[in-house]
């Protein structure tokens, strides 16, 4: 157990976040250095790698701790990853789920963080964990084990008194970090921070502290909620799929014999005591690495890491055994049903990721499915043989996996699309493409690196999986290379070594699954939260300096430069000077709610080609010049885009004017498309995200006539003629447009590029008005509900705003972070960690994104069907009764101020951020408002919002689940019960 916090409080409070003196660093010139940095008290090695575009730094800490640290500068904040080498594949195979479950509990603290009194809640936490021993040992005396766990509930409630509940995430939020959260997988558990730069010494003190001691406190209750995302895992066909097709795959390995979120089996019979091992066994510096990129300096971030992290004590490790799986040699065929659509997945067994072999795998994965010019891209997505295909792969550390998945067309059999997709296989076994697809894949690679490297998650995201892999950072950055000495020869040798006669074939079709089972509910006392107490850690870790900074906030007339075509079309970019890449918009005043064809036809010219060209080859030459293109229509808006490398795009630009002047009807290509818009919309009534998030909302707030439902019937669509969606494409440069740019190029550059590429009239057409649907006035008390065979229920909770007052911003902006904007708010609190009542639970006042639309208070929660009224009854009551803490008031204020000091939108997004404060009316960044008047909110501010908005306005409650499960006379004390059906809602 490491020392509190207490006992070096003043050397923290001398140090703060001072300058430091350092070193001159000296590095040699071979490709991978060592180099010495010396601070005031120490001297610290690191490795850097000749050419690394992060410009990465890796040190090892005496105790072996592994820290990756890249500079980038783009916004005062460090994206933060603390990954830890062991994932589930080392849950022992008694108690699957443990690695997971054990991630959920890093988060609830430590003997000083999570605590108001240690000395009293532990030897409360030590009667827990000896009782769950005695729980697991009474599984054949279901009499005895309901009194053991009466006991554990009763002494919980008495344990939760000493703690406080959510402090890791209050002071998360208190330093202002964005995105806390964590992952488990099979080879990893990673830690996630997004935080200000000048608040490095408050996260390192906090997260070594949990890296030092994990306390299992509100064990029961977090429970619960891993209870909760099982069930959504059995909600989930494709999760049932993917599990059936490592089963498969992975007879003898943990890859397919335990999952991640383990067996319900061992979820209800859970051991603290082995959680606890499993947590001193592998969280140890020498099997942990600290990964950062962001606008740091490497000398002073390396000394707070050392004065932190470096305390704590390594252990060896022990080794992995890795299974050995005898080769598959015949498909093995497995059958799963679900309520979603039917589909094919195939998987293929590979060596681990740091084989060559499985380097020729990326490639493979690449040939076959890149978004523009692969096998499956063309051969069956873009000739409609298949509504929708794909693969990925999955690479571990001890074998990796390469799967296809494909969706069958109306009246198709699984087993043709099957085939289908083992034909394209067959055809990179023979080398059957082209021979510039190789080097155009690697070229369009370097170009989505590059992109990538443009955000500071993707940066350390790299860093994890080096480590992860245990790959050298030189050698890391080495397989870019050795991917680029690809040959056909590799490829077909290696595709003809493992994608033999023996394969994971997993059916998946549309019914009822007679095999489905639940997690089930046990009962539990709500828990005390504790909100207005807070530990001495928290204490002293929120006192310690740190320097201010301060908010960058857009001036549209500086930061945006505005030109005009000699045609008058107005133009506004913004300079890239990071890289050779390039964004370029075509932006339309109209959409699908001004002509239903629109989408229609924005989907229909992927399938077109030119005069010049067949669609498979413009793909092809857009590929090769390492650019794409898209039309995408909203319900009032276009956006004709291209983007790609700068240097390439008058080339790619001329082949796009080309598109959308003369796109070369198609009859077959339209009829194939009809049929896969039918069998689309016949899918889409299977999946309960879209029949709850958009069918049922959109009818809520519209009624029957909406955008959601406003689309071209059977009938209409089968007798749409090819020239006349030709003729929409044609006609969209001739309407009244604006671009937008984001590159290298300059000014003159940039405008003669476009008056000589970009076609349009004389004189364009003023955009047709846009349909706006009438919004609802929600008066009545209503609860609608649609069947779903499905474990869980999930419920929405809908309230009318007012029309959008940017007056109201600031105060909704405070509102939806003290109350459901996060894991530290009211609503997650409340209803995962004192009532255990769900795994996902929030509520927002949504601000409209246009002058003259309503803004809406939605709430939501994903629970157990038998838990509803619980569940309901516990929001409904948040949302009437808001509760009062102000310490969560004050934690919400500084998350907001934080988050806005640190932000800085840049690049193309200062183009979108224009564009949305037009649609508000606006003529500067509404951020200031926000950041300068929840400085003096108070909880009076926020109370008089809630009462006249939220509290006792009547609601349209929706509710998706089984009929056979819902509680409907728990549904009917909200209002009137009404249920809807697919075609109500759907429109077809």
């Given amino acids: 157990m490491r020392k509190p916090l207490l006992f070096f409080v003043p050397a923290l409070a001398v140090l703060g ?101 240690w000395a009293q809640e532990k030897p409360e936490l030590a009667k827990i964990e000896a ?95 891993v209870y909760e995302e099982k069930n959504r895992g059995l909600d989930n066909d494709f999760s049932k799929e993917y599990e059936a097709l490592n089963r498969t795959l992975y007879k003898q390995h943990q890859y397919g014999t335990q999952t991640t979120i383990g067996t319900i089996e061992h979820l209800q019979n859970p051991s603290i005591t082995e959680i606890k091992a499993y947590f001193d066994k592998y969280y140890v510096p020498n099997n942990v690495a600290l990964t950062l990129s962001g606008d740091l300096d490497y000398d002073q971030t390396i000394r707070i890491i050392d004065k932190y992290f470096g305390q704590l004590k390594s252990k060896p490790v022990p080794a992995f055994t890795v ?83 494909a969706t069958p067309r109306q009246g198709q059999k699984l087993e043709e699309v099957r085939d289908l997709l083992l034909g394209q296989l067959e055809k990179v076994k023979k080398g059957d493409f082209p021979e510039w697809l190789i080097p155009a894949i690697i070229n369009n690679e370097q170009l989505q690196r590059t992109k990538s490297y443009e955000s500071n998650e993707a940066r350390a995201g790299a860093f ?89 906030f857009i001036d549209y007339k500086q930061d945006i430069k505005e030109t005009k075509l000699a045609s008058g079309i107005p133009v506004y970019y913004t300079h890239n000077e990071e890289n050779n890449l390039f964004n370029l918009y075509y932006v339309l005043d109209m959409g699908t709610n001004t002509d239903p064809r629109l989408g229609l036809a924005t989907d229909y010219l992927q399938y077109l080609g030119t005069g010049k060209y067949s669609a498979a080859e413009l793909q092809q030459e857009f590929y090769k010049l390492g650019c794409s293109f898209s039309v995408n229509s909203g319900q009032d808006r276009t956006f004709v885009s291209l983007s790609g490398l700068d240097s390439n795009m008058e080339p790619a630009l001329q082949l796009f004017e080309q598109l959308l002047h003369a796109p070369k009807p198609d009859a077959d290509a339209l009829k194939n498309m009809v049929a896969g818009v039918l069998k689309g919309r016949a899918d889409a009534k299977l999946n309960k995200g879209v029949i709850l998030q958009q069918a049922m909302v959109n009818y809520a707030k519209y009624g029957a006539q909406n955008p959601f439902t406003t689309q071209l019937s059977e009938k209409e669509l089968k007798a749409l003629k090819p020239e006349q969606l030709t003729a929409v494409i044609q006609k969209l440069p001739t309407f009244q447009h604006r671009v937008l740019y984001y590159g290298p190029k300059q000014e003159a550059s940039l405008t003669t590029t476009l008056n000589k590429l970009h076609q349009t009239p004389a004189k364009l057409t003023p955009t047709p ?148 404060a037009k649609r508000l009316g606006l003529d500067y960044d509404l951020r200031r408002d926000v950041y300068e008047q929840t400085a003096n909110m108070s909880f009076a501010d926020l109370l008089k919002f809630q009462q006249a908005r939220v509290k006792g306005q009547p609601q349209t409650i929706l509710v998706i689940g089984s009929k056979d499960r819902l509680n409907f006379k728990e549904l009917a004390k909200y209002g009137q019960v009404q249920q809807l059906t697919l075609k109500e809602i759907f429109g077809y």
């Fill in 17 to 117: 976040l001072t300058q430091c003196q350092s070193g001159k660093t000296a590095v040699s010139a071979t490709a991978t250095t060592e180099a010495t940095v010396t601070p005031q008290q120490k001297e610290y090695k690191y490795q850097t790698v000749e050419g690394d575009p992060l410009q990465a730094r890796i040190y090892t800490l005496d105790n072996g701790l592994t820290v990756y640290l890249s500079d980038y500068k783009d916004a005062p904040r460090i994206q933060t990853y603390l990954a830890v080498r062991a994932g589930s594949k080392n849950d022992p195979a008694t108690a699957t789920g443990l690695a997971h479950y054990l991630e959920h509990m890093v988060f609830k603290g430590t003997s000083h963080l999570g605590t108001q009194n």
């Fill in 131 to 225: 009782l769950y021993e005695q729980y697991r040992a009474q599984r054949d005396n279901p009499a005895a084990r309901q009194k053991t766990y009466h006991q554990i509930d009763s002494i919980s409630g008495v344990a939760a008194k000493y703690a406080v509940a959510n402090e890791y995430d209050k002071v998360m939020g208190a330093i202002g970090s964005k995105g806390s959260n964590a992952y488990t997988s099979v080879e990893q558990t990673v830690y996630q921070e997004d935080i200000p730069s000048n608040q490095i010494e408050k996260w390192a003190a906090i997260q070594s502290e949990r890296l030092g001691e994990m306390v299992p406190r509100l064990f029961h209750t977090e429970l619960e909620a």
């Fill in 323 to 405: 299974a050995q799986e005898a080769p598959i040699t015949a498909p093995v065929v497995t059958k799963i049903v679900g309520p979603s659509a039917e589909n094919v997945m195939l998987g293929f067994r590979f060596p681990g990721t740091n084989t060559p072999d499985a380097l020729a795998l990326r490639m493979i994965d690449k040939i076959l499915t890149n978004g523009q010019a692969g096998l499956i891209d063309l051969n069956l997505n873009q000739q409609q043989k298949v509504l929708q295909a794909a693969s990925f792969t999955d690479l571990n550390n001890d074998y990796s996996s390469h799967v296809l998945y």
């Fill in 464 to 552: 994890v999986a080096a480590f992860v892999a245990r790959t050298d950072w030189k050698d890391y950055l080495q397989q870019f290379e050795d991917f680029g000495k690809l040959t056909k020869a590799d490829v077909m040798r290696v595709a003809q070594q493992y994608y033999g006669p023996g394969y994971a074939l997993i059916y998946k079709r549309t019914g009822e699954d007679s095999n489905k089972v639940k997690v089930v509910k046990p009962a539990i006392t709500p828990v005390p939260v504790n909100r207005e107490v807070a530990s001495d850690f928290y204490k002293q870790v929120t006192a310690l300096p740190n320097p201010e900074l301060q908010p960058v």
């Fill in 769 to 916: 008005a846009s349909k706006d649907f009438t919004e609802q006035p929600l008066q009545d008390k209503k609860v609608y509900w649609v069947d779903y065979n499905m474990v869980q229920a999930e419920i929405l909770f809908l309230t009318k705003g007012p029309v959008f007052d940017k007056g109201l911003v600031p105060t909704t902006s405070l509102y939806n972070e003290y109350f459901g904007g996060s894991m530290g708010s009211i609503v997650f609190q409340e209803l995962r960690e004192s009532q255990a009542l769900a795994y996902s639970a929030s509520s927002r006042f949504s601000n409209a994104d246009k002058v003259g639309r309503s803004s809406y208070n939605m709430s939501y929660i994903g629970t157990q069907a038998d838990k509803l009224p619980e569940a309901m009854a516990g929001m409904n009551t948040l949302l009437n009764d808001m509760p009062t803490a102000e310490a969560n008031l004050q934690i919400a204020k500084a998350a907001i101020r934080n988050s806005i000091a640190t932000e800085r939108i840049t690049k193309s997004d200062i183009l979108f951020s224009y564009e949305q």
